[in-house]
């Protein structure tokens, strides 16, 4: 069993490119499995230092915060809260992948629940919603160990790999943080 406690969450770095390009490519197949593939011109430096500098900028504007997840500093995955709305709302949309050899181990789980710990305090969030394929069951299982519950069901609401699919709706609020 892995030690999860090692899990950190960092923000991006340009000290970061080469291995979260690494990252990328390594695990390019499978996270096409689950996500919308991202265009082949990602695959690239120039790309992936875009992506970070991007990141940055949202930092500063508090419009998003992404996260490479490391263990003795090999990323793991990524994780994000993006579409942060405030003042009255307090919300963001929480995003993750996890590189397919860390999958079913509960390092997903335990990215979430760091995350989930940064939102409801460093970043003052009120609310954080997620979305899933009802087929992605390995997504809604961490969702619920993390304390989400699901709100809503829309039929037909996204085009994946040319084909329509339902998404499922999701929420935790801060209230119920340590819950």
């Given at each position: ?95 993750y992948r996890i590189g397919e050899r860390f999958g079913g181990r509960g390092y997903a789980t335990r990215v979430v629940a760091l995350l989930l710990e940064e939102a409801f305090g460093t970043l003052e969030l009120w609310r954080v919603e997620a979305t899933a394929r009802p087929q992605n069951l ?42």
């Open positions: 069993m892995p030690d999860l406690d090692r899990l950190q969450l960092l923000p991006p770095s340009s000290a970061d490119l080469p291995a979260l390009l690494a990252f990328e490519l390594d695990n390019r197949a499978y996270f096409e499995r689950w996500v919308t593939a991202r265009a082949p011109s990602y695959y690239h430096q120039e790309a992936i230092a875009a992506a970070i500098e991007q990141a940055q900028r949202e930092r500063q504007q508090d419009l998003a915060y992404q996260y490479l997840a490391k263990q003795d500093g090999q990323i793991i995955g990524r994780v994000n809260l993006t579409a942060v709305m405030r003042p009255y709302f307090n919300k963001a949309t929480l995003g390995a997504s809604i299982a961490v969702m619920q160990r993390n304390g989400f519950h699901q709100y809503g069901h829309s039929e037909k609401a996204m085009r994946f790999q040319d084909a329509w699919s339902d998404l499922l709706y999701f929420e935790r609020r801060k209230e119920h943080a340590g819950a």
